[in-house]
């Protein structure tokens, strides 16, 4: 337990379902992101919040939509996905976006699978 | 764009030494981070270095020359725990971290 909490940890949907991830922080970090992990593949950051606001977006396909209602929980909506997105989709907090290390706190990851 | 190479996989016995090898090419250089993942499990933070030099964590240690864009991770006293992915991230100047695709060490008896 890393104190990034994520749900469901695993998720089968159909390419036209509508589902959400959530991830959830009670460290005290301001800042929450999204990175997608595929095999052999580097993480790929999709979102940044800091502070509750957006601060990347990195031109993430709009099936993808996340929202941040406060600092301590993060969601990603999903709908109309494809099989290519079948990936683990991992989540992180750190304490400030900016600030000095900022190391990053992962959750153990939603592993999605789309059919 | 980032880019970030280490091998894709390693092979050790118990008890011994593995050096992994990370050269990045970035725009700019805000600091180097190694993290360690087991299967289905979270990336877990292992060192930062942001100056050149070696820092020494316990059994783990992590070396930086950013003139050479160059990183190592050293795993020392190899244990059959330490099997698990090495990812090697670099923070640019805008603080924006870039991972490489990691590298799978497997540790046999």
């Known amino acids: 337990e890393t104190g990034v909490t994520q749900t469901p940890r695993h998720l089968v949907m159909g390419m036209t379902n509508k589902k959400s991830l959530k991830c959830e922080q009670h460290?005290?970090?301001?800042?929450m992101y999204w990175y997608k992990q595929s095999a052999k593949k580097p993480l790929e950051l999709m979102f940044v919040?800091?502070?509750?606001?957006?601060?990347e977006n990195n031109s993430v396909p709009s099936r993808f939509s996340p929202e941040c209602p406060n600092s301590s929980h993060l969601f990603l909506h999903l709908h109309t996905l494809q099989p290519e997105d079948s990936a683990l989709y991992l989540c992180?907090?750190?304490?400030?976006?900016?600030?000095?290390?900022?190391?990053?706190?992962f959750g153990a990851g939603s592993r999605l699978t789309v059919l | 764009g980032q880019n970030i190479d280490q091998p894709t996989e390693m092979t050790a016995t118990e008890g011994a030494i593995v050096q992994i090898n990370c050269t990045y090419q970035?725009?700019?250089?805000?600091?180097l981070f190694w993290y360690q993942q087991h299967a289905g499990e979270a990336p877990t933070f292992l060192s930062y270095?942001?100056?050149?030099g070696l820092e020494e964590k316990g059994r783990f240690s992590s070396f930086l020359s950013r003139s050479k864009g160059y990183s190592y991770l050293l795993l020392k006293e190899l244990q059959m725990k330490d099997s698990a992915s090495y990812l090697c991230?670099?923070?640019?100047?805008?603080?924006?971290?870039?991972f490489g695709a990691g590298t799978t060490v497997t540790v046999r008896a």
């Open positions: 270095n942001v100056l050149d």
């Open positions: 970035t725009s700019g250089f805000n600091g």
């Open positions: 991230a670099v923070r640019d100047n805008d603080y924006k971290l870039s």
């Open positions: 919040y800091n502070f509750k606001e957006q601060t």
């Open positions: 992180a907090s750190s304490q400030d976006e900016g600030s000095g290390a900022n190391v990053l706190t």
């Open positions: 460290l005290g970090h301001n800042a």
